[in-house]
């Protein structure tokens, strides 16, 4: 089971990952991994891109 979500539009987590801020990002749980995420968006190929590892979960520790 995927645990996956978008990250609100909190403008440092954008300059944190350094891409355009009207860019959907979305974190994603890394499974077995309680801490990790993966962060990125998806393309118009619907392919998701990684543009951060966020492996103790700061940059959205929301979720």
């Known amino acids: 089971m995927f645990h996956f979500h978008e990250i609100p539009g909190d ?5 944190e ?3 355009r801020e009207d860019t959907l990002l ?4 890394l499974t ?4 990790s ?3 990125g968006f998806f393309d ?8 951060a590892y ?4 700061k940059i959205y520790p929301e979720n």
């Open 44 to 51: 118009e190929e619907n392919i998701f891109n990684v543009v």
């Open 37 to 39: 995420r993966l962060v």
């Open 32 to 35: 077995g991994d309680k801490e």
């Open 17 to 19: 990952v350094k891409i």
């Open 11 to 15: 403008k440092a987590i954008y300059s």
């Open 54 to 57: 966020d492996y103790n979960h």
């Open 26 to 29: 979305i974190q994603m749980k």
